[in-house]
């Protein structure tokens, strides 16, 4: 089975850009989908980025999602920071039969 | 709209068997192409899949867990169901239900539901 790791914080300015980015263990990046899911405080995931790139029909085009398989990453990158995108963000992807999320990256808008 | 409710237990001792229940509402669980996972959140930490079925009854579980874990599937209440034995203070979390678009990603959550392991 393979790791996904992402940075443990990250802070930013409002209306500035953010990229946090979610690092496969083994195996490739590119193989499998990456996914991004923003939780909030005391409620579920929902997801900001499928399929690496796609963005849900709600999900403003402020998000984006990207794969670099020279790093062997999936990137999510938030421009023009509100304060309502302070939350965690989780990766996630697959193999053949398991289901890995990463361990979460906290986003501050200061 | 799709809409998943996870319900059971609230407090469960050390040792014993930890039972939950999703049930899912606005679709069928017996829809093609969708497995229904359980997926757990211990307090002020990240996410963990515990397992996947689909409503064949065919099931993939997380390797760390799979020893302790059984999940089924009841399409007559569209119901699907977790059991997780042998718990431990490790074992508290809040657990969700979600529905995978297999073997993609998850697009449908329930709400939550905390269990906590304590005599």
């Known amino acids: 089975n393979f790791m996904l790791t992402q940075p443990h914080s990250v802070s930013e300015s409002p209306g500035k850009t953010v990229t946090i980015s979610c690092t496969r263990s083994?195996?490739?990046?590119?193989?499998?989908?990456v996914q991004w899911y923003q939780q909030r405080p005391g409620s579920s995931p929902t997801t900001v980025i499928y399929?690496?790139?796609?963005?849900p029909s709600g999900v403003p085009d402020r998000f984006s999602g990207s794969i670099d398989s020279s790093s062997n990453s999936a990137s999510l990158t938030i421009s023009g920071l509100k304060t309502e995108d302070e939350a965690d963000y989780y990766c996630?992807?697959?193999?053949?039969?398991?289901?890995?999320f990463g361990g979460g990256t906290k986003l501050t808008v200061l | 709209q799709l809409q998943l409710q996870e319900s059971g237990p609230g407090l469960v001792k050390p040792s014993e068997t930890l039972s939950l229940t999703c049930t899912v509402s606005?679709?069928?669980?017996?829809?093609?192409?969708?497995?229904w996972g359980w997926i757990r959140q211990p307090p002020g930490k990240g996410l963990e899949w515990i397992g996947s079925?689909?409503?064949?009854?065919?099931?993939y579980y997380n390797p760390s867990l799979k020893s302790r874990v059984t999940i089924s599937v009841d399409t007559s209440k569209n119901q699907f169901s977790l059991k997780l034995s042998s718990v431990t203070a490790a074992d508290t979390a809040v657990y969700y239900c979600?529905?995978?678009?297999?073997?993609?990603?998850?697009?449908?959550w329930g709400q939550g539901t905390l269990v906590t392991v304590s005599s």
């Open positions: 083994s195996g490739s990046i590119a193989s499998n989908y």
């Open positions: 079925i689909y409503y064949s009854g065919s099931t």
């Open positions: 979600a529905r995978l678009r297999f073997p993609i990603r998850f697009d449908y």
């Open positions: 606005g679709g069928s669980i017996s829809s093609s192409s969708y497995y």
């Open positions: 399929e690496d790139n796609q963005r």
């Open positions: 996630q992807s697959y193999d053949s039969s398991n289901q890995v």
